[in-house]
Every structure is written in C-alpha cells, then in structure tokens.
C-alpha cells in the first residue's frame, strides 16, 4: 500500500512491480470502500452528508481524514526529449490528517505518501514521487470579533500547504501526485463585509528523494526547508460586488540563491497581480481575467556554472467567458485565452520568461501527473471547453487548444525543446482532452477516466532533437475519502 514499506523493488520487472502494486492498492481501496457502507449508499442517493470518521467518533475537539487515490497512467510517445519513448505508471497518494482544536488554538498535522511504480522507459521527478513525509505540522490561533465586531482572524505558523486566489501562483496540488508544501508564518483577516486580507513568508520545501535511483525505489527520505529561498506574498479578495463579481489583487516575492539541495537560477522576483470573476451560474454569462506582471532578477538555468543576472521582465494572462445553459446536463460552454511570456533574445542581457512560481495548471492547461505538456511559460493558448452534467453524481468535460510559442526563439518550456534561431517556427501542436467523473458516493468514493492526445506542429517536429509522432496519454483513477 502507499503507506507499507517498499517491497516492489524484489520483484522481477518493471512490468511485475506495476501489476503486482495495483492489484494490492486497488484491494486495499475495496476495503477502505466497503468499511463504512452503509453511509456510502446513502450518499450514493442523495442521503445525508457524507461520512467521516471523525463525526462518527463523536469528539468535537478532534477532527482527522483519511484519503487515498490509485491512478494507473500510460503516455505513448512521450513530448520529452529527454525520453522519446512510453510512460507507464501506477500512482499512489495517500494523505492522513488530524488537527485537535481547543479554541483559540488548534494544532495541526498531515501525512502524505505519494508513489509511483513505474516502467523502465518512464521519466520520474518529484512532482510524481516523494514516499512518506509530513506534508503539513503548525500550531495556529483562530478567532471571531479580533479587531471588529463580526471578523474573523487566523494565524498559522509551521509547515503547510497554501492556497492563494486562483491557484495559477501558489497552489495545493490536486492532480499531480506531489504537494507544494512551505514552512513559515500565515496571517488571513475577514472583515465584517467579508473582504478579505491575507499575508504570509515562508520556505519552500525540497522534496526528497531527488535522484533517478531514488525516485524509481520510492526511498524514503524526510523532505527539508530550502532556507536559500523566501516566498512572501500580500493578497486582498473583495466580497461578491455588483453582478456578483469579485476583485482580487496581489503581490509575491520570490528571492532564491544557490542551493546544496536545491540548485537555483537565483530567482529575485516581485509578481504584482490583479483578478476579476463572476463565478458560474445557470442562464447567466461568467467570466475571468488575470493579469500577472513579473519583474526583478533572475538567471538562465540552474547550472552552477551560470553566475550572470539577467534583468527580468515578464508578463502572463488568463481571460475566459462562459454560459451554462438552463437546460438538462447543465451544458457549459467556455472560451479561454492564456497568455505567458517568452524570452524574446536569449543574448540580450535579459530574461523574459514568465516563471509560474509554484502554481497548478491542470484546472485549464490539462492534465498533469505522467502528462503535462503545456506550462503557463513561454505559450499564447486559445481554448474551447464543454462541460455538462448528465447526472448529479456524473460530470463530464471535453477541451481542445491550439498551442503557439510567445518566443519562437525560447523554449516549449515541458518538452525542455528549443530552436534559438527561430527557424522552427512557434506552433507547437493540438491539445485535446477529456475526462469523465462518477461519484459513486458524493465526496467519499469517487472513479475519473481521462486523458489527452497532443499533435504535434511545425516547431515540434522541426526543432531540434523534435519528433513528429502524437502523444497519447490515459488514465484511471478511484478516490476514498474517509
């Protein structure tokens, strides 16, 4: 299981170890799945809230969960060109929480083990592998009426995760396998108008293992702060004003030097942003638009042999419209614009690329995991999106995107591809992907299949060490929440 010692590394093949892994995790969810049956089949049919373990021990001071998610995912063709071939993996995540809670204080904890069990040919990192760790510890203080009658405040210090606006920044990943996870300091204040003001500093965390033996062994190996790297970030979100729209504004500051255990491209950067949203809603128009400015100093790579600052200046976009329809399945019709910048000249003393931090992608760019073909960094995208709900534990949606380069001379910054002449051209290819959701019991056991085809372009297929074979990408998922 995701939390049992490894053993697949005895077995004979890469082959043997995935078989073998999903035959034991998939057993152990039907276990977790059957446990509290009963409140699963009322769920399942519009009964009462869904089960937890907590409520059903009764103790008001103590709250805990238990979530568990296989994923078996194949890549055909893989867009890399640090591995032309195929992809195959069985992943596992599993997260255990517990916070006790005596106001105004509460003390917080969570585990979480994420695997994979992978064929030979697979490309692994840490954002698809990092075995047993605390993700979150923090102690906090929690209160109502702190500074004015009808507030609300809270202030956590420790290890955690962060959510921040629209996640396109700084997130809690939900489909990759990994967690961004920080250590430090988090003040949030509502107002009694229901505004919203936030503020935090932390380290980021540098999760372990990092080496290509280490990854495919799933070793254990406790995560550390990077203390060369500082985020910060100031975040004030507005009530639902007229129409129901909502305006958000921000600013983050990275400032990242060279690390032993995380090399750096000494990232020195301020990102200023605003947002504006109406959320949606049947028979009515929504709409999103963020606009994310990037400014400070950075380096061209990682490496330890690049020690010039190059001036850094960035822009990145996101702008949609939709409509869902009063009609049967909820139909809802989305179009979408995502803009980030690219380095223009790779030789004029500055960098261009927009940096998205430690933002999530798959909510618009497509699935992550194993795939993850386009980065909000160095692409202009248009994007068409259906969505519908054929039943209310079935929902469903389809998305195609043409994918341009805003640099021809920078890179497709996920297939780490480049032509620093620009003879390639800037169309990389055709995304399209969908995915189907049934939850069995609504927000205790749900199943996802998906997946995604991305046709290559001219600068794909002519770029150098490109490849003009389609990428292929499936998978199958089954979440317990408990």
Known sequence: S?????????????????????????????????????????????????????????????????????????????????????????????????EIRFSPVVVGAELADSRVWASDTTTLNTTVVNPLDLLQGYVGLRGHGVLARGDAASLTAGRMTIDLGSRRLVARNEFRNTINAFTGVDLQWTTPGRDTLRAFAVTPLVRLPSTPTGLRDNDLALDRENTDALLWGVFFGS????????????????????????????????????????????????????????????????????????????????????????????????????????????DDGANNRFDPL?????????????????????????GLRLEVQPHRTVDAFAAYRPVWLASARDAWTSAALRDRTGAAGTFVGQQVEARVRWHVAPRNLALDVGGALFVRGDFAKHAPNGEAAASVYVYSQITVTL
């Open 2 to 98: 995701a939390l049992s010692p490894r053993g697949a590394h005895d077995l004979e093949s890469p082959r043997a170890r995935v078989v073998s892994a999903s035959r034991l995790g998939h057993r152990l969810l039907l276990v977790a799945a059957c446990a509290p049956s009963a409140a699963l089949a009322q769920a399942a049919t519009g009964g009462p809230a869904p089960w937890r373990a907590h409520e059903a021990l009764g103790v008001s001071w103590l709250r805990f969960g238990l979530e568990h998610r296989s994923r078996f995912e194949h890549l055909e063709n893989d867009f890399r060109t640090a591995n032309p071939g195929n992809a195959t993996g069985l992943s596992m995540r599993t997260l255990l929480s517990a």
């Open 239 to 346: 009530r639902p004003l007229r129409a129901q729209v909502t305006l958000e504004a921000y600013v983050l500051g990275l400032h990242e030097g060279d690390s032993d255990i995380a090399p750096s491209a000494n990232r020195r950067l301020v990102t200023p942003g605003v947002r504006a949203l109406r959320p949606s809603a049947p028979g009515a128009f929504d709409f999103q638009l963020e606009v994310m400015g990037q400014f400070g100093l950075s380096r061209a790579s990682a490496a330890a042999s690049d020690a010039t600052d190059l001036d850094h200046l960035a822009l990145a976009l996101h702008a949609s419209c939709g409509y869902r329809f009063s009609a049967s399945w909820a139909p809802r019709v989305v179009l979408q614009y995502d803009y980030a910048s690219g380095d223009g000249a790779p």
């Open 358 to 382: 430690f933002g999530a992608r798959r909510f618009e760019l497509g699935q992550t995991g194993l795939y993850g073909a386009i980065a909000r960094s160095n692409v202009h995208t248009p």
